[in-house]
């Protein structure tokens, strides 16, 4: 599982950053956690296909976090999309969206669900190859959280083995469950010399727009990574919490008291230009920090 | 009287090519056409200054033209403006800003005035520095062309000799109007001795989205430069009408028959990479052509 970050300022676009936007990758499937405006480009910019991408997330209803979406749900229709969509938002998304289709005459060439994020916590996806949860966090409109999880694939096959032990390729399915195998000739293959552990499961919890609260820590205790938005430094830690935003030093003491691997940062005001200072704050309580950098992927 | 291109690509973005937008600047002041999506991230790219911008044009409600709308509003309103803002647009995108505005919580902090365009032809602003009036053009939807006309600042002085004539700073606005001056010792001193021709007013007509057609050439006959839709080359002639769109043969067929001294072309489809035949197959029926380029300013 990794992150390729499209977007990682905070309203106004600022030095070259653009509004908020995200990829998660998948086993190969892209997961779009919000979808600021020019998330398009920026996804034709740094090689990301939409082809990949099934499942769209927009935590709240800022333009600078769903600005971009028409424009993507507009081009994958005049791509010849065919594949469904599902798109994950707040309940007032929807009427929105329907209305612009409907203004310009456009019909989506696609099947195109609709699912509206609850207030409270709830399992949106759940298939062979993650979940997405999400959670309330704390912003001056309705705002969510969520938390990707991937699953493991089972165990992975040592291809060569499987050929030594002259196992038929119908039953690797049943290899993968860790099940062993009885030849014709009575012989039995332990799993164990024909596979090894498959990839560790991942979690990444994403955590913006919001104050610092640990109203959602539940949620992500034990994550590989946080993604907290630090939109101030702590000289500004009262307006962060007048504007519901977080500093970096906020956002790292939510990654330690979760106790995740890494930490990254985002959503930074336009008043910033040099983001070294928002990696030396929150590194005074957190370690294993990055600023976030536009097309950039971290593993999680 | 000259126009930067923000965006020249049809719906779909492609080879770094943006949707629709571009600036035109009178005398310092700023007039947008059009306001595709990432518009305010080309306005800072190209250092355009939104505090030099009172007034939006949006031609039709297909999101390559409008989408960067928004984002643009919100941002001006972030870093507080005050001075006024109007948009002139189908009637139907004010509601739409409106329920935007609202979702997000957000209050503007400059006046903003929203005229919606007519059927007909009609003039929107009629100022001491321009004129712009408003065609319909033939789309898919209604949509709307217009036609930019600086005005002349009257005669332009020429400091020295208003020195040497001794003529005080107050009559300076008198003599621009083209009247003489009769100094208290009775010597009269001629317009033409202190004065000028002021620049010649110039005429911008921009044209997309459009079929070939020349139900609005009354409007721009004459014009210094006309834009005009080219989205495909002319081996797409029938393709062109039916979704319609122009090709780059018909829009210098405008260019000519408007008598227009240069033709601009945008709105490529994108499929095309290369923009070289636009330029050839336009150049046969008119010479002075020119494939726009994303950043690039054109005298007018």
Known sequence: MKVTILGNNSALPAFGRHPTSQAVSVYGELLLLDCGEGTQIQMQRFGLRWRNLHHIFISHMHGDHYFGLPGLINSMSLLGRTAPLYL???VSLMPLLQQILDLANNKLTYPFQFIPLPADYAILVDNELF???TFPVIHSVPC????????TKGRKLLPEKCKEYEIPAAYYDILKKGEDYERKDGFLVKNEWVTEDGPRPKRYAYCTDTLFTDSFLQHIIGVDTVYHESTYLEADVTK???RFHSTAMQAAQIAKDANARQ???GHFSSKYKDLEPFKME??????NVE???EG???DI
Chains 1, 2 share one sequence.
């Open 291 to 293: 600023p976030t950098v």
């Open 131 to 133: 979940r997405v949860s």
């Open 240 to 242: 962060a919490a007048s």
């Open 144 to 151: 969510n959280g969520f938390l990707i999880e991937s699953k």
């Open 282 to 287: 929150a590194a005074t309580i957190f370690q």
């Open 88 to 90: 994950y938002g707040p």
């Open 263 to 265: 930490l990254l940062l």
């Open 296 to 298: 950039t992927t971290y």
